[in-house]
């Protein structure tokens, strides 16, 4: 059974620093592409990027609203995610969740398995 | 900016009511669109993508269709357990883009 758990979330002030995990189990947590999406109350869920599998060069790709302050990174040997965030502003509150791509396929980014999340507070 | 439309923003239908959600692309996406549904409090859930392949263990009631700037996801027949947001969604390229959403509830 694919696990994506995340943790990490916590209250922040503006300007702070924090990095999300996310501990991947019931698959070959190298093959595939890894994505963090986030949430705010009562909002739609919002791509925040992806990381690809190393086998297909481990490229990353960032929305233009955390480009330069965000980035995500995976260690495939631990099977886990990272999302270091920094400047954090209070439009990045929100539940932050970490995906698995469906498929291996190059280009199939769309994300079956989705972590519960983890709540992340920018607020002073 | 690249935009996802969706319409309509909301619904409400009658169980056993055929419902269909159309999201209209900025520019030409081709096949790569995907549709989600989130249930009160639940995290986002895919059903289709490519536009018409059912996700595994989504009911058949569901079903998907379109190309290129204009798509279409239709439940034939309403249950009260497809209450939620669903949300379309382009992955033919970074950035993906949600478009906002269409809350369906029962009448």
């Known amino acids: 059974e694919v696990r994506l758990v995340e943790s990490g979330g916590a209250l922040v002030q503006p300007g702070r620093s924090l990095t999300l995990s996310c501990t991947a189990s019931?698959?070959?947590?190298?093959?595939?592409?890894m994505s963090w999406f986030r949430q705010a109350p009562g909002k739609g869920p919002e791509w925040i990027g992806f990381?690809?599998?190393?086998?297909?060069?481990?490229?990353?790709e960032y929305a233009a609203s955390v480009r330069g302050r965000f980035s995500i990174s995976r260690d495939d040997s631990a099977a886990i995610a990272y999302l270091d965030m920094s400047n954090l502003k209070e439009e990045d509150s929100g539940m932050y969740y970490c995906?698995?791509?469906?498929?291996?396929?190059?280009?199939?980014?769309?994300?079956?398995?989705w972590g519960q999340g983890t709540r992340v507070t920018v607020s002073s | 900016d690249f935009q996802m439309t969706q319409s309509p923003s909301s619904l409400s239908a009658s169980v056993g009511d055929r419902v269909t959600i159309t999201c209209r692309a900025s520019?030409?996406?081709?096949?790569?669109l995907a549709w989600y549904q989130q249930r009160p409090g639940t995290v986002p859930k895919l059903l289709i993508y490519?536009?018409?392949t059912l996700h595994s263990g989504v009911p058949s009631r569901f079903s998907g269709g379109g190309f290129g700037t204009d798509f279409t996801l239709t439940i034939s027949s309403l249950q009260p357990e497809d209450v939620g947001t669903y949300y379309c969604?382009?992955?033919?390229?970074?950035?993906?883009?949600f478009g906002g959403g269409t809350k369906v509830e029962i009448k």
């Open positions: 995906t698995r791509a469906l498929g291996q396929q190059v280009g199939s980014w769309y994300f079956a398995y």
């Open positions: 019931g698959f070959t947590f190298g093959d595939f592409v």
């Open positions: 990381i690809v599998s190393s086998a297909s060069g481990g490229t990353v």
């Open positions: 520019q030409d996406i081709s096949i790569f």
């Open positions: 490519g536009p018409s």
């Open positions: 969604v382009k992955y033919n390229g970074p950035p993906l883009t």
